[in-house]
């Protein structure tokens, strides 16, 4: 494989793969706090 | 509050009648399900390769994120915020719009109808691999032994080694439907989902281990700067993410009306188009480390073997499969991996057309699944298990595809964003419970910058069409089949929008006790007027 090739499948996994992680710890850091709040609102 | 089609409102044990996603997880699996489908694997590759390579993945990333993921979010935020079909989304949006909601239901329908076939295929050439039955000639073995094709026509010899296996299909589709949103679609996704990465990385890694695939991937991923100054490219790469995407013909309007109104959506939305893009990725590193392995056999280069769609998964993979070692476990992962994908998406399609039936009507899950699946299981065996069924698959996959899936997302997006204006209010929706906020950026995006880019893609599509009839197949076939349906769709739909809802729905907006904003287990709202009850599961 050339240099070029290479650089550019790390740059699209990095990228696409990445954008996927962040997305999914972003969704499961949020959905977390939204249940946390809702139990409270429960509590009370 | 808004009028009604009867004499009450909204039921309260409305999620009871029309089903629901048990979980997030479990919605975000089936919208993988539905979006990751045959194009993923056997389109990506091949149009990232032919336009531009390497290069492509720049036009492709931006169209991804200013089009298809915004778009993806419209999707959402109408099924979600109007918790109905896409026809009865449409009605509560406004009235007069029932009828695009229609029309993309017909488009599903008819997609339906020919996609089982494909699956069919697959699901035989998965058993082929066990004994690699094509022997010397897959293509020779595909069109003739195989399908039988004959000439250019419409015949009613019948191929049984199509009838069987596209008989099965339906047959498991139509268990899976009747068992309802979350026991059918549901746990389909949950079950099968997680299998059908395991096996696609297995084949990948598979393949970027023989030898030769450092060629292929060598020929997908340098890149070809060049082509950045080409619209056809840029067109390529927005019509890419958007027919991958599954958007703008119903499916994610309908899985959105199935999940919680509490949901962040916007969140959902970017792990979905992410995945969606993710699994292509990996299908384009498997599918040319494979075709690599396959020049390098042959002493050819890899532009002499590389192809797209029919061609790579059915004359271009059997070669393949009977070149390398191990060539039955590739067999079995690559026409397993295509079953799989395309039954999630199947059901997808199948259930935009189900569940605007049991809106309009009042019938429960069992019978609104026997009268969408059984005629659709009907024209699919009569019209793709004949000698002529290759070429019928041909022409309606390419104009129904095309210029159905194009011209009817084109129309919603530009009635939804600047005829009913409700970009406003389907954004401040989103933002209830999503994060990232969506704001002007996205409204922007999803009124000007995503209707111009497939506005682009049809014109380019549409010149190439009439400067040479398609693949140089008769003209009556291609305004039959071809141009007659693409017409013959949005009036069909537009004449359903013209029979009346079940008594009881309600149509003016979104129905009462939707508001994300509103605690959970509020009191509803509305008349609890007493109205037979079918629960999802089909128990009238």
């Given at each position: 494989m050339s240099a070029d090739a290479i650089v550019l499948m790390v740059?699209?996994?990095?990228?696409?793969?990445?954008?996927?992680?962040?997305?999914?710890?972003?969704?499961?850091?949020?959905g977390a706090v939204e249940d946390r709040t809702e139990d409270l609102r429960r509590d009370r | 509050m808004g009028t009604t089609a009867g004499r009450a409102t909204e039921q309260p044990g409305e999620e009871d009648r029309r089903g629901a996603f048990s979980s997030r997880r479990v919605f975000i699996l089936a919208a993988i399900g539905s979006a990751v489908g045959l194009g993923n694997i056997w389109r990506f590759p091949y149009v990232a390769y032919e336009n531009g390579?390497?290069?492509?993945?720049?036009?492709?990333?931006?169209?991804?994120?200013?089009?298809?993921?915004?778009?993806?979010?419209?999707?959402?935020?109408?099924?979600?915020?109007?918790?109905?079909?896409a026809p009865l989304s449409f009605a509560r949006m406004r009235r007069g719009t029932e009828g695009l909601g229609w029309w993309q239901v017909g488009i599903c329908f008819v997609i339906a109808v020919y996609y089982a076939a494909v699956i069919a295929w697959a699901l035989r050439y998965t058993f082929f691999s066990l004994d690699l039955a094509w022997g010397?000639?897959?293509?020779?073995?595909?069109?003739?032994?195989?399908?039988?094709?004959?000439?250019?026509?419409?015949?009613?010899?019948?191929?049984?080694?199509?009838?069987?296996?596209?008989?099965?299909?339906?047959?498991?589709?139509l268990v899976v439907m009747a068992l309802g949103v979350q026991r059918g679609i549901g746990v389909t996704s949950l079950a099968v989902i997680p299998v059908l990465v395991l096996a696609f990385a297995a084949l990948v890694v598979q393949a970027v281990l023989l030898p030769g695939a450092g060629a292929g991937l060598?020929?997908?991923?340098?890149?070809?700067?060049?082509?950045?100054?080409?619209?056809?490219?840029?067109?390529?790469?927005?019509?890419?993410?958007?027919?991958?995407?599954?958007?703008?013909f119903g499916i994610m309007i309908t899985y959105a009306s199935y999940v919680h109104r509490r949901e962040d959506m916007v969140g959902s939305g970017l792990v979905v188009g992410f995945s969606n893009s993710a699994f292509e990725l990996l299908a384009g590193i498997g599918v040319f480390a494979a075709l690599g392995f396959m020049a390098q056999a042959n002493g050819v280069a890899v532009d002499e073997v590389a192809s797209g769609g029919i061609g790579l998964a059915f004359v271009a993979f059997p070669a393949i499969i009977s070149e390398a070692p191990a060539g039955t476990l590739l067999g079995v992962l690559f026409f397993g991996s295509l079953v799989v994908a395309g039954l999630t998406s199947l059901i997808s399609v199948l259930e935009v057309v189900i569940s605007a039936v049991?809106?309009?009507?009042?019938?429960?899950?069992?019978?609104?699944?026997?009268?969408?699946?059984?005629?659709?299981?009907?024209?699919?065996?009569?019209?793709?298990?004949?000698?002529?069924?290759?070429?019928?698959?041909?022409?309606?996959?390419?104009?129904v595809n095309q210029y159905g899936i194009l011209v009817v997302a084109l129309v919603s997006m530009l009635v939804v964003a600047w005829v009913v204006r409700a970009l406003p209010g389907l954004g401040?929706?989103?933002?209830?419970?999503?994060?990232?906020?969506?704001?002007?950026?996205?409204?922007?995006?999803?009124?000007?910058?995503?209707?111009?880019?497939?506005?682009?893609?049809?014109?380019?599509?549409?010149?190439?069409?009439?400067?040479?009839?398609?693949?140089?197949?008769?003209?009556?076939?291609?305004?039959?089949?071809?141009w007659g349906l693409v017409v013959a769709l949005p009036v069909l739909g537009f004449l359903l929008a013209r029979l009346p809802w079940r008594a009881g729905t309600h149509l003016d907006g979104p129905p009462p006790g939707s508001d994300p904003a509103e605690p959970l287990h509020a009191a509803?709202?509305?008349?609890?007027?007493?109205?037979?009850?079918?629960?999802?599961?089909?128990?009238?």
């Open positions: 740059v699209a996994m990095a990228v696409i793969w990445g954008g996927l992680a962040v997305a999914v710890a972003s969704l499961l850091r949020h | 390579g390497g290069a492509f993945l720049l036009p492709y990333l931006v169209a991804l994120l200013t089009a298809g993921i915004p778009f993806l979010l419209l999707d959402y935020a109408i099924g979600h915020r109007h918790r109905g079909s010397a000639d897959p293509e020779g073995f595909f069109f003739g032994e195989f399908l039988q094709a004959g000439d250019v026509q419409v015949t009613a010899d019948v191929v049984p080694g199509v009838l069987v296996p596209l008989a099965l299909v339906w047959l498991l589709v060598d020929a997908l991923f340098a890149p070809d700067w060049s082509a950045l100054t080409s619209a056809s490219v840029w067109a390529a790469a927005f019509g890419q993410i958007f027919f991958s995407l599954s958007v703008g049991r809106d309009k009507l009042d019938t429960s899950r069992r019978t609104a699944t026997l009268a969408v699946v059984v005629p659709a299981a009907v024209l699919s065996l009569v019209l793709f298990s004949t000698t002529s069924g290759i070429y019928v698959l041909d022409v309606v996959d390419h104009f401040a929706h989103l933002n209830v419970h999503g994060r990232p906020r969506v704001g002007t950026g996205w409204r922007l995006l999803t009124g000007v910058v995503a209707p111009a880019s497939l506005a682009v893609v049809l014109v380019l599509a549409l010149r190439e069409d009439f400067a040479a009839p398609y693949e140089d197949h008769p003209t009556w076939l291609l305004l039959v089949l071809g509803p709202a509305t008349d609890p007027a007493p109205q037979t009850r079918h629960d999802e599961g089909g128990r009238a």
